[in-house]
């Protein structure tokens, strides 16, 4: 008896076109033997469509066309069995997991993971708390106080109270942090409406900027570090990976550096010794579990270059998941392949 598994993809997010890319490759990789695949697109307008369609067409963005005409997506029970995917015949595929590849504001915040929890569907990933807690950088950050794992300093601010005094907030930003400062949106990913600012006017663009993208805006102390990285694996029982390392092709890891120039080098393992990596593994596991993670997440380090010191950066929840992203490398580089990676995904998710 094969699992039927919904890879889910695209998403109205800054990230869709990332999401299309580690759909395609966990349709590729995933085991046909042991699943039916089922393949459910968001376009970037926000409608849901059900298609038959195969990796190649999901990464091209063809999957559109694909459309079965006439079937519906039943993900919320309006009575006994009728969850799943409903042809145009009436026939209902019932969905037994549902992987969603989707990064970023409603993809990786807890709300499609609250519908899948309405419709009592096992799916891949964090459940809502801890996907909405990964995604706002504030509450996040809150957290990790209260747990005392180390981060670099910080302010915040919203929408109402910055623009009543900017420069009120501009004085308490620069009585706690020295520039360079890092000006960040609290819910979004991919570094989208980050900037470096490295003055009182510069701070002042930058919060307005990040404003463009959330109501709430944290302020960071810039620190010079490398960027370390571990992924994580489990419900209760959290494996660590070994640590990789980013190389950015540029002043810092923005939405270019990731994603555009193609020049941002890994480096696995990270160029730390042994030591420092299992501090920093242990770490990732304490702040998954603190915020109650499940199944997959990536978790970030900043090495401070002249300390040494340690501090965590942030949880991605759905980080990328192409063979070459860095979390299946890191897994890969552990000793579970991508394939296996997912059937321990799909594992995770029936028993979380
Ligand atoms: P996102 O969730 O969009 O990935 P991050 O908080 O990871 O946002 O920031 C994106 C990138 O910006 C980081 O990978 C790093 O290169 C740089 N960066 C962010 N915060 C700092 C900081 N406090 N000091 C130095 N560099 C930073
Ligand atoms: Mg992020
Ligand atoms: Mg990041």
Not at 12 to 18: A, I, L, P, R, T
Not at 21 to 36: G, H, L
Not at 270 to 284: Q, S, V, W, Y
Request: glycine share 10%; net charge negative.
């Amino acid at each position: 008896e094969k699992l039927n598994v919904v890879i889910l993809f695209g998403g109205k997010s800054g990230e869709h076109d990332v999401s299309l890319e580690s759909a395609a490759s966990v349709y590729r990789a995933i085991d046909k033997d042991k699943y039916n695949i089922h393949t459910i697109g968001i376009a970037k307008n926000g409608k849901w469509a059900y298609c038959s369609c195969g990796p190649d067409e999901i990464q091209s963005g063809k999957w559109v066309e694909h459309e079965v005409e006439g079937s519906k997506i039943n993900f919320i029970p309006s009575q006994k069995g009728s969850v799943g995917i409903e042809l145009n015949d009436g026939s209902l595929v019932p969905v037994d997991v549902c992987f969603p590849v989707l990064h970023g504001p409603r993809g990786e915040d807890g709300t499609i993971q609250g519908l899948f929890e309405m419709a009592e569907i096992p799916y891949v990933g964090c459940k809502v708390l801890a996907s909405s807690l990964a995604m706002d950088k504030i509450m996040f950050k809150k957290i990790m106080d209260f747990e005392g794992v180390p981060q670099v300093d910080y302010v915040y601010t919203t929408r109402f109270e910055f623009s009543d005094d900017p420069q009120g907030f501009a004085d308490i930003a620069e009585e706690r942090l020295r520039y360079p400062m890092f000006t960040k949106p609290a819910n979004m990913g991919s570094s989208v409406g980050i900037s470096k600012v490295g003055s009182r006017a510069e701070l002042i663009e930058g919060v307005k900027n990040a404003l463009e993208y959330d109501s709430k805006v944290v302020v960071e102390q810039g620190i010079r570090a490398r960027e370390i990285e571990v992924a994580v694996l489990g419900n209760s029982e959290v494996e660590a990976s070994v640590a990789g390392e980013i190389i950015p092709c540029k002043d810092f890891y923005d939405y270019e550096a990731k994603y555009l120039a193609n020049e941002s080098k890994t480096l696995i393992p990270a160029g730390i010794d042994k030591e420092l990596e299992n501090t920093i593994r242990e770490m990732a596991i304490k702040a998954f579990k603190a915020i109650d993670g499940s199944g997959i997440s990536r978790i970030d380090f900043f090495v401070e270059h002249e300390s040494g010191t340690v501090y965590l950066n942030e949880i991605n929840t759905m980080p990328g998941f192409t063979k070459i992203s860095m979390y299946p490398k890191l897994w890969e580089a552990t000793g579970v392949g991508y394939r296996e990676l997912i059937d321990k995904l799909i594992k995770l998710a029936m028993e979380k």
